[in-house]
């Protein structure tokens, strides 16, 4: 079954230093999207790509943060200089087509635990 | 206000037994629900969906009912097993043009008792 990749699973990081969170979402998917989850909490959507760019983006979506589709498969999420509060498991996600036969249902990869000490 | 997830509501079932998660939508205008099975460590797994226009949909053990009147959404879960201990979210679409906007509700926590 297809499947939204994320790497790493794991990364731990300096305070102010730059971190690049990298997702392989499904391959027929469009949409294309990063959320994020602190510890104990709810999922928080952050931003929404499409055709190449941001479609919507939330409050937390500073612009300490940036998405880019470096190629035909890799979706990133870059944070330019980490706060301690960015500390959380950072879920891409994709979906296709909202006129496909799937549907318009956003399937999950198993996250990045990003740790900012 | 929001609750934090340390907090969690929880609900502890008998294996085998049926449970039901509910949950309360904020938008009236929101158009597409999701429920999310969540484990320990992991991301959000899709468990079923249903659409505004439906006010119930059935997948394998589980049932999904809409009431849009009050803004409720349940989950039911039949013959419980020990797989099923998870955190399961709801989540509400905001309508966006073709891509999606999830907002999550905080969680429920499901513990299935041998």
Redesign the interface.
Known sequence: EPE?TQTPSHQVTQMGQEVILRCVPISNH??F?W?RQI???????LV???NNEI??KSEIFDDQFSVERPDGSNFTLKIRSTKLEDSAMY?CAS?P??DSHS?????????S?LTVV | GESVGLHLPTLSVQEGDNSIINCAYSNSASDYFIWYKQESGKGPQFIIDIRSNMDKRQGQRVTVLLNKTVKHLSLQIAATQPGDSAVYFCAENRPLQGAQKLVFGQGTRLTINP
């Open positions: 939204v469009l949409y999207y959320y510890l104990g909490q709810k999922v928080e959507f929404s790509f499409y479609s919507e879920f979906s087509d909202r549907g318009n249902t956003i399937y999950f990869g198993e996250g635990w």
